[in-house]
Every structure is written in structure tokens, then in C-alpha cells.
């Protein structure tokens, strides 16, 4: 390819990758971390009693528990079974969740507010649901443009397969860490740029088809890939869940079921859904169906289904690195981790070719650690109050970038700095408020990785410090 | 399963292997045994893990195994002589209303662009409505990235916005007046 190419591409590569480089570094770090998001739903209640399965009769006395306590209007109700990732029973509807016992005695009502202040600022940045989906979505392709972009732009691709040149004026080495990341890990890249498109794209494809050729039937368009609930006419009744449960083990043995769910509650609609994961498959589930008697439906045939809908199906774990437990799980993270490091490389690639502009500098710096250090503050904050976690984390980071702007000591050293003190005191408060528990699997499995990080960036911060001076 | 996973790493390894001694003497012969031992691993991967997983682990792992190559050929660079002046980043009202109109394009424009097309050339495959839609959402994204690619690489952005508005009214027409499934 000649110059003018490289250099056009590289042009294209600057701007997606400058301009939009808070949407997407915050995106990135928070689905590197949303990864684990089932563990950190453990972290945050780690005293919630643990188990490997559960019997059919322990599910109908939890639900049957539940459902006596909370006979409010709903239209669902579900159960999330020890098999699902996260190694507890839950009951719930439309508005309250409870963990319940191996006995199926309720206990503690569920809080993971943090880990859905996480979630939802993956999926959404915190926006209205419907346009930061779209936004998010948007960025999902613009780092599949960075990926078409940066190769295109790479001169010396093959020359430079292996190099790392490190210290210097650290501009090199920032280039090469971000080239290396950029070729090696371009598939684990273009994965989740297509991934993550789809979560944003496939409302707006919906409802462009549904109107195209659906009369803005939007049920009937989804129904083209999702199955769409059987039609049902039956007497209103409680439904029989130990029935349904009691059925899985003859109708699918080896597949792990999710969670069950009974859809159109107190109609005569009304059914009973479980989905189990299906062994060595990306798709989310297969769903089995059952009346409100708990007798057996059918699938919602999504396992052995139409190629195209097991590929929109498997969006969901793609995505997110959810399919074959902890091992794909720690591949996603470190990959995260690396395409993160990629955001933050490019940008300061940009910044040391303007010879470091120091306001711009500093911003940058306070964008990146100083998030980590909001995300800390506002897990802290969550543990003692119930001050909405949305508005916290955003009101910190952008007192961090207001300080960035007003303090000129504030380099990226002392965010560094800043953002391990932070994780620091989440780890101290989190033992003062769990006590003994913070020592349990749930809490350490989480608190170990803090504790690294935090020790990382704690001595990274010393040592350029040292460097500065 | 176990002893499986092993062999498809050890495969993943030797590809990295041949990868960097093609690159170490400059070698194609080593470096189409790579490309050989890298189709291997996928396949290892995939008899190993099914081919669902094995495809993602056999693209992705090389990702993180690369490392310890790239590590063993680092090189300490001595300290700059001299830090240079920070250069002054332009907010002039033309430039910031030049990225406003850059972000309106890239985000709103190439979005409608790109949904229009993929969905216009993925009604016309042989394929059922599944199939269709699924190969849609794969392929928006990519469109959208070669489309961004393109804006930006031509010199006169009123032309490629004028090309997008194009291929929107052709594709918009084709989608209304051509029948589908």
C-alpha cells in the first residue's frame, strides 16, 4: 500500500481514536471488568450461603416463600439456579429479588446495586437505556474501524511484529505496546466490536424492518429470530414449578439450567420457561417450555435451530466470554485488559506527539485512573449508603477532571497514586462492613485482584514519580 | 481433556514459534509453516473444545501467548536528550465545528449508511430471513468501519458525505420497492 493510503487511514485511525476516546475507554474498562460481573455480585454479598444444585422440592419451597411474601401484581417470576454462574438460589418478580437456603427458606433480599451500576455502564454509559445502547453500540463498530484503520495505517507491520522498545521518552515504547496489542489481539478485537455493535444495532435493525415489512409490527419481527411464546388457553392457576424442574433431568441431562422464568403470571398465557445452557455451544440456551401444569412443551429450538438465529443468540456470550466458565473468562479479561491498554496507549501516543500538552495531559491521566479511583469511592459509598451510584460515580469523575484542570501537581503519577489509595480504602471499608466474610471465596477471589492492582499502580505511580524527579 | 488442551496450545506455540523465526531470518518458508501450524491449532482447539469455543480460543489465545516472543526481543532505549515544547491544540471555532460535523458524520450519517446497505445486500443472499438478518448484524459493523475509513481518508468530505447520501437513497428505494423473504 502506498504512503497517501497509510497516512489517510492513519488519519481516520487519529480521530476515531481521539475523539472518542472517553466513550471508549470507559466502555472498555468497565466490560473488563463486567467479565466478572457474576463474581462481583458474589463479592457484594459475600455471607450468602452457597451451593453446587439444588432439589426440584427446595425451588417450590422458595417460590412458594416468595410468593407468599410478596403477593404484589407481577407479570413474571423467576428462578436463578445454583447452575447459572453464580452458585446461589434466587427467587424474584418484577420488583424484588430474595436469596433463599439449600432448605428453600428465604434469607437476605438481593443487592448488587454496584455490579448493576457496572453493568449498566458498559451497556449504556449510564445513558437512557434505548440511545446509550445506541452510543455504546455505535463505539462497538468504531473500534472495528479503528481495527480496519489501524492496520491500513501500520507501516512497518511485518517489519515490527515483535519489537517492544521500552524506556526512552517512553513515546516509543507507548507506540510499539500499542501496535503489538493492536495486531496480535485484532480477532479478540474485531469479536467484540461486532459483539458489542449488535447490543446497540439490533433495536435500530428491528424497527427498521418492522416497518419495512411487518406494518411496525415489532413482535412479529423479533419472532423471525426469537421464538416467540406459545399461545396457550388453560384455567389460571399457580404454576407448578417442582414439575417443570423435576422434568430437566430426563429431558436434558447434561445441559446446566440458567434460570426459570414464568412468563404472563395469573393469565391464561401463563408458562413456565427454564434455560439451561447448552454444553460446547455459544448460544445463551436452549429453552424448554411448560404450561402452567408443568407439563412439557417443546424447546424454543434454538440448539439445533436455523444457523442465523444460533448467531444472533450467541451475541450474548461472545461478548462477554461467558461460555466455558472461569478459563474463558480469565482469556476475556486479560484481552480486556489489553484492548483497554490499547485505548489508553493510543491517546497518549496522540498526546506525546503534541509534546504533552499539560492541561489535556493531566485530563487524560484523570480520566483513566481517576474512574478506577470513582469506581473504588462509589463501591465504598454503596456500602454505606443508598445514595444513587449513577450520579456519584459521574459527580467523582468529574470533580477528578475539574481538579485535572485547576491542579497542576495532578500528573498522571499521582492519579496513579490517587487510584490505588482508592482501591486501598474499597478493600479496608469492605473488611470493616463484611467482617469475617470479606475472608470467604466470594470476597477473595475478588479482593486478591484489587489488592494487585492496587499494589501495581501504587508502585508504577513511585516510580515514575521517581522518574519526574 | 486435559492432554487435548495441551496439544492444541503446544500447537498455538509452534505457530507463534515459526511466526517469529520467519520474522527473526526473514524466512517465507517459515513463515507459511506459521500460517500452517496456526490452521492446525484452530482445529486442535476445536477437537478439543468443540469448534464453537475452539475457534474463539484458536484466534484469540495467540493474542496473550505472543508475549513472551515479543519480550524476549525487547530493546532499552537510552533517555531523551531534550523534552520538547508543548505544542498549542487548536480550538478555533472552524476546527471545533469541523470535529462537530466529523462526529455527526461518523455517528449518525455512517450509522444510517451503513444499516441501509448491510441490510440492502444481505436480503439479496440465498439465505433464510435468519440467516439474513444474522449475516446483517455482522456485517453493519464492518461496513461501518470501512465506511469511517473511507470518510475520512478522502480529501473533500462534502463529496463523501454526498456518496453516503447517495448510496442511503439507492439503498432506501431498493429496500422499498424490491421484494424481500
Given at each position: 500500500?502506498?504512503?497517501?493510503?497509510?497516512?489517510?487511514?492513519?488519519?481516520?485511525?487519529?480521530?476515531?481514536?481521539?475523539?472518542?476516546?472517553?466513550?471508549?475507554?470507559?466502555?472498555?474498562?468497565?466490560?473488563?471488568?463486567?467479565?466478572?460481573?457474576?463474581?462481583?455480585?458474589?463479592?457484594?454479598?459475600?455471607?450468602?450461603?452457597?451451593?453446587?444444585?439444588?432439589?426440584?422440592?427446595?425451588?417450590?419451597?422458595?417460590?412458594?416463600?416468595?410468593?407468599?411474601?410478596?403477593?404484589?401484581?407481577?407479570?413474571?417470576?423467576?428462578?436463578?439456579?445454583?447452575?447459572?454462574?453464580?452458585?446461589?438460589?434466587?427467587?424474584?418478580?418484577?420488583?424484588a429479588?430474595?436469596?433463599?437456603?439449600?432448605?428453600?427458606n428465604?434469607?437476605?433480599?438481593?443487592?448488587v446495586?454496584?455490579?448493576?451500576?457496572?453493568?449498566?455502564l458498559?451497556?449504556?454509559?449510564?445513558?437512557?437505556?434505548?440511545w446509550?445502547?445506541?452510543?455504546?453500540?455505535?463505539?462497538g463498530?468504531?473500534?472495528?474501524?479503528?481495527?480496519?484503520?489501524?492496520i491500513?495505517?501500520?507501516?512497518?507491520?511485518?517489519k515490527?511484529?515483535f519489537?517492544?522498545?521500552?524506556?526512552?521518552s517512553g513515546?516509543?515504547?507507548?507506540t510499539?505496546?500499542h501496535n503489538?496489542?493492536?495486531l496480535?489481539?485484532a480477532?479478540?478485537?474485531?469479536?467484540?466490536?461486532?459483539?458489542g455493535?449488535?447490543?446497540?444495532m439490533a433495536g435500530?435493525?428491528?424497527t427498521?424492518?418492522?416497518?419495512?415489512?411487518?406494518?411496525?409490527?415489532?413482535?412479529a419481527?423479533?419472532?423471525?429470530?426469537?421464538?416467540?411464546?406459545?399461545v396457550?388457553?388453560?384455567?389460571i392457576?399457580?404454576?407448578?414449578?417442582?414439575?417443570?424442574?423435576?422434568q430437566?433431568?430426563?429431558l436434558?441431562?447434561?445441559?446446566?439450567?440458567?434460570?426459570?422464568?414464568?412468563?404472563?403470571?395469573?393469565?391464561?398465557?401463563?408458562?413456565?420457561e427454564?434455560?439451561a445452557?447448552?454444553?460446547?455451544k455459544?448460544?445463551?440456551?436452549?429453552?424448554?417450555?411448560?404450561?402452567?401444569?408443568?407439563?412439557?412443551?417443546?424447546?424454543?429450538?434454538?440448539?439445533?435451530?436455523?444457523?442465523?438465529?444460533?448467531?444472533?443468540y450467541?451475541?450474548?456470550?461472545?461478548?462477554?466470554?461467558?461460555?466455558?466458565?472461569?478459563?474463558s473468562?480469565?482469556l476475556?479479561?486479560?484481552?480486556?485488559i489489553?484492548?483497554?491498554?490499547?485505548?489508553?496507549?493510543?491517546?497518549?501516543?496522540?498526546?506525546?506527539?503534541?509534546?504533552?500538552?499539560?492541561?489535556?495531559?493531566?485530563?487524560?491521566?484523570?480520566?483513566?485512573w481517576?474512574?478506577?479511583?470513582?469506581?473504588?469511592?462509589?463501591?465504598?459509598?454503596d456500602?454505606?449508603?443508598?445514595?444513587?451510584?449513577?450520579?456519584v460515580?459521574?459527580?467523582l469523575?468529574?470533580?477528578?477532571c475539574?481538579?485535572?484542570?485547576t491542579?497542576p501537581t495532578?500528573?498522571?503519577?499521582?492519579?496513579?497514586?490517587?487510584?490505588?489509595?482508592s482501591?486501598?480504602?474499597?478493600?479496608?471499608?469492605?473488611?470493616l462492613?463484611?467482617?469475617?466474610?470479606?475472608?470467604?471465596?466470594?470476597?477473595?477471589?475478588?479482593?486478591?485482584?484489587?489488592?494487585?492492582f492496587?499494589?501495581?499502580?501504587m508502585?508504577?505511580?513511585?516510580?515514575?514519580?521517581?522518574?519526574?524527579? | 481433556?486435559?492432554?487435548t488442551?495441551?496439544?492444541?496450545?503446544a500447537?498455538?506455540?509452534?505457530?507463534?514459534?515459526?511466526?517469529?523465526?520467519?520474522?527473526?531470518?526473514?524466512?517465507?518458508?517459515f513463515?507459511?509453516?506459521?500460517?500452517?501450524?496456526?490452521?492446525?491449532?484452530?482445529?486442535?482447539w476445536?477437537?478439543?473444545?468443540?469448534?464453537?469455543?475452539?475457534?474463539?480460543?484458536g484466534?484469540?489465545?495467540?493474542?496473550?501467548l505472543v508475549?513472551?516472543?515479543?519480550?524476549?526481543?525487547q530493546?532499552?532505549l537510552r533517555?531523551?536528550?531534550?523534552?520538547?515544547?508543548?505544542?498549542?491544540?487548536?480550538?478555533?471555532?472552524?476546527?471545533?465545528?469541523?470535529?462537530?460535523?466529523?462526529?455527526?458524520?461518523s455517528?449518525?450519517?455512517?450509522?444510517?449508511?451503513?444499516v441501509?446497505?448491510s441490510?440492502?445486500?444481505?436480503?439479496?443472499?440465498?439465505?433464510?430471513i435468519?440467516?439474513?438478518?444474522?449475516?446483517c448484524i455482522?456485517?453493519i459493523?464492518?461496513?461501518?468501519?470501512?465506511?469511517?475509513?473511507?470518510?475520512f481518508?478522502?480529501?473533500s468530505?462534502?463529496?463523501?458525505v454526498?456518496?453516503?447520501l447517495?448510496?442511503?437513497?439507492?439503498?432506501?428505494?431498493?429496500?422499498?420497492?424490491?421484494?424481500?423473504?
Amino acid at each position: 500500500m502506498d504512503k497517501i493510503t497509510k497516512q489517510n487511514a492513519l488519519n481516520g485511525h487519529t480521530w476515531i481514536g481521539v475523539f472518542l476516546s472517553v466513550g471508549l475507554y470507559l466502555v472498555c474498562l468497565s466490560g473488563t471488568l463486567a467479565v466478572f460481573y457474576q463474581e462481583f455480585e458474589r463479592w457484594e454479598q459475600p455471607e450468602i450461603t452457597e451451593m453446587q444444585d439444588v432439589s426440584p422440592d427446595v425451588v417450590e419451597r422458595a417460590m412458594g416463600q416468595f410468593m407468599a411474601a410478596h403477593p404484589q401484581e407481577t407479570d413474571h417470576f423467576y428462578v436463578v439456579f445454583p447452575t447459572s454462574g453464580i452458585p446461589r438460589l434466587v427467587v424474584e418478580n418484577d420488583h424484588a429479588a430474595y436469596f433463599a437456603d439449600q432448605e428453600g427458606n428465604l434469607i437476605d433480599e438481593e443487592n448488587v446495586k454496584f455490579t448493576n451500576m457496572l453493568v449498566d455502564l458498559h451497556l449504556y454509559l449510564n445513558l437512557p437505556a434505548s440511545w446509550g445502547m445506541i452510543l455504546v453500540g455505535a463505539l462497538g463498530a468504531m473500534i472495528c474501524g479503528l481495527v480496519i484503520t489501524g492496520i491500513i495505517a501500520h507501516k512497518r507491520i511485518s517489519k515490527d511484529a515483535f519489537k517492544l522498545r521500552r524506556k526512552g521518552s517512553g513515546q516509543q515504547a507507548q507506540t510499539d505496546l500499542h501496535n503489538r496489542i493492536g495486531l496480535w489481539a485484532a480477532p479478540f478485537h474485531l469479536i467484540i466490536g461486532v459483539t458489542g455493535a449488535y447490543f446497540g444495532m439490533a433495536g435500530v435493525l428491528l424497527t427498521l424492518v418492522s416497518q419495512l415489512y411487518f406494518d411496525g409490527d415489532r413482535d412479529a419481527a423479533t419472532a423471525q429470530i426469537f421464538t416467540p411464546d406459545p399461545v396457550l388457553e388453560q384455567t389460571i392457576d399457580v404454576p407448578d414449578i417442582k414439575k417443570a424442574v423435576d422434568q430437566m433431568a430426563t429431558l436434558a441431562p447434561d445441559h446446566q439450567p440458567i434460570f426459570l422464568a414464568v412468563h404472563e403470571v395469573n393469565s391464561s398465557d401463563q408458562f413456565i420457561e427454564i434455560f439451561a445452557k447448552v454444553p460446547g455451544k455459544l448460544i445463551y440456551s436452549e429453552n424448554y417450555r411448560f404450561d402452567t401444569k408443568g407439563n412439557y412443551l417443546g424447546t424454543a429450538g434454538y440448539e439445533n435451530g436455523n444457523w442465523g438465529k444460533q448467531a444472533v443468540y450467541a451475541m450474548y456470550r461472545l461478548h462477554f466470554g461467558d461460555f466455558a466458565g472461569i478459563p474463558s473468562k480469565l482469556l476475556y479479561f486479560v484481552l480486556g485488559i489489553m484492548l483497554t491498554v490499547l485505548c489508553i496507549s493510543g491517546v497518549e501516543i496522540w498526546l506525546a506527539k503534541k509534546a504533552n500538552p499539560p492541561v489535556l495531559s493531566r485530563l487524560w491521566a484523570a480520566t483513566v485512573w481517576g474512574s478506577i479511583a470513582a469506581l473504588a469511592i462509589t463501591a465504598i459509598v454503596d456500602l454505606f449508603t443508598t445514595l444513587p451510584l449513577v450520579a456519584v460515580f459521574w459527580l467523582l469523575l468529574a470533580l477528578c477532571c475539574i481538579c485535572a484542570m485547576t491542579l497542576p501537581t495532578m500528573t498522571k503519577p499521582r492519579w496513579q497514586q490517587l487510584s490505588g489509595v482508592s482501591v486501598i480504602a474499597l478493600l479496608a471499608c469492605y473488611t470493616l462492613y463484611h467482617g469475617s466474610d470479606a475472608f470467604n471465596l466470594p470476597a477473595l477471589q475478588i479482593n486478591l485482584l484489587l489488592l494487585g492492582f492496587a499494589g501495581w499502580v501504587m508502585w508504577r505511580g513511585h516510580t515514575l514519580l521517581k522518574r519526574q524527579r | 481433556m486435559i492432554m487435548t488442551v495441551c496439544i492444541a496450545l503446544a500447537g498455538t506455540l509452534l505457530s507463534l514459534g515459526l511466526f517469529y523465526q520467519s520474522w527473526k531470518v526473514q524466512s517465507l518458508g517459515f513463515l507459511w509453516g506459521g500460517v500452517g501450524a496456526f490452521l492446525v491449532s484452530v482445529c486442535l482447539w476445536s477437537v478439543s473444545q468443540g469448534w464453537e469455543f475452539g475457534v474463539v480460543y484458536g484466534l484469540c489465545i495467540p493474542g496473550v501467548l505472543v508475549w513472551p516472543f515479543i519480550l524476549q526481543n525487547q530493546v532499552l532505549l537510552r533517555g531523551p536528550n531534550q523534552m520538547p515544547t508543548p505544542r498549542p491544540v487548536d480550538f478555533s471555532r472552524q476546527r471545533v465545528l469541523s470535529h462537530l460535523g466529523h462526529y455527526g458524520v461518523s455517528l449518525v450519517l455512517l450509522m444510517i449508511t451503513s444499516v441501509l446497505l448491510s441490510l440492502t445486500v444481505s436480503l439479496r443472499l440465498p439465505f433464510t430471513i435468519q440467516g439474513q438478518l444474522a449475516t446483517c448484524i455482522i456485517l453493519i459493523p464492518l461496513v461501518w468501519g470501512g465506511l469511517l475509513y473511507h470518510y475520512f481518508a478522502v480529501k473533500s468530505k462534502p463529496k463523501a458525505v454526498a456518496l453516503n447520501l447517495v448510496v442511503i437513497a439507492v439503498c432506501a428505494l431498493c429496500l422499498l420497492f424490491l421484494p424481500a423473504f
